[in-house]
């Protein structure tokens, strides 16, 4: 996809986010869909399909099945490595060099967003790439897989490894909810992108934003609980519309207001 690429943009949305001087892109698992990255409401494919994410993707899972949540991560981790970054990425990391103050903060654990080149990034839930202890949190880059019925163990306690990411009913890293939480209540722009807007306490930073006044731009092809909400609600694939957005505000060639 293209920086040209034909979705309309009403030049208020350009207008406003040309001026903005605090823009927050919220990101969930619909912006690497196109990456081919499965969000969790997809069908699963392969060996995988009679599994439900929601139900894998969760700390009793892990207690009662633990190899089954290892080897699922195992996989989805593969699955992540093999990807790109898709034409949303890259547009999000462009406007993170036009924007003087740009925060984008991701719920999805696959660091795409990183290796597009956004460099003030926040990812809410963790990184798929890295593993750690489940019972002291150590991170853990090598390890042993010799047992097929148990997940690999901790070099230094022994207790199972685990991926370093926040399943569902865990707390968030308090740092990473606070930076993302003083960036949107500060935020001239807050662009909601690829997130059914469902999982909390992520899905709060977009009702925080416009309480604090923040214009919200919505982009997913599906309506969300945070459709009604929205001052824009772009409808479509984010590879479409965010390059779209994208130059529509900084027509092609124009100097950055970073640039100097
Ligand atoms: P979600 O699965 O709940 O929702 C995905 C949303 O993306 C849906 O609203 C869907 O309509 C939309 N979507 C689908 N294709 C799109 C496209 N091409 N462009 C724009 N939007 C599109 O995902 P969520 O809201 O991120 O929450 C689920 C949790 O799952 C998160 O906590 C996240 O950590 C995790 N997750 C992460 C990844 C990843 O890292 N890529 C993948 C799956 C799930």
Redesign the pocket.
Do not use: K
């Given at each position: 996809m293209s920086d040209t690429a034909p979705f309309p943009v009403a030049p208020a949305l350009a207008d406003a986010l040309r001026s903005a001087d605090r823009v927050v892109a919220l990101t969930?698992?619909?912006?690497?869909?196109?990456s081919g990255?499965?969000?969790?409401?997809d069908a699963q494919s392969g060996l995988w399909a009679k599994f439900d994410p929601l139900e894998l993707a969760t700390p009793g899972a892990f207690e009662r099945q633990p190899r089954l949540v290892w080897d699922w991560y195992g996989w989805r981790r593969e699955l992540v490595a093999r990807s790109r970054p898709n034409a949303a990425h890259v547009a999000l990391a462009k406007i993170e060099r036009r924007v003087p103050d740009f925060l984008l903060v991701t719920?999805?654990?696959?660091g795409l967003h990183a290796a597009a080149g956004s460099r003030n990034l926040v990812e809410l839930?963790g990184n798929?790439a890295r593993v750690r202890c489940s019972r002291e949190g150590t991170p853990v880059s090598a390890w042993q897989d010799s047992d097929p019925q148990w997940p690999p163990r901790c070099p230094g306690c022994g207790a199972f490894l685990r991926p370093d990411v926040v399943w569902f009913e865990e707390a968030l890293p308090a740092g990473a909810l606070a930076r993302a939480d003083h960036a949107v209540a500060n935020a001239d722009v807050l662009l909601v992108?690829?997130?059914?807007?469902?999982?909390y306490p992520a899905a709060a930073l977009p009702l925080r934003a416009r309480d604090a006044g923040a214009l919200i731009v919505e982009?997913?092809?599906?309506s969300?609980p945070l459709t009604a909400i929205a001052d824009h609600a772009l409808h479509g694939?984010?590879?479409d519309i965010v390059p779209a957005l994208v130059a529509a505000t900084w027509p092609a060639d124009g100097p950055s207001r970073t640039d100097s």
């Open positions: 969930g698992a619909g912006v690497s869909a196109e990255v499965p969000t969790f409401r719920q999805n654990v696959d839930h798929i992108i690829g997130t059914s807007a469902e999982v982009i997913n092809p599906a969300t694939r984010a590879g």
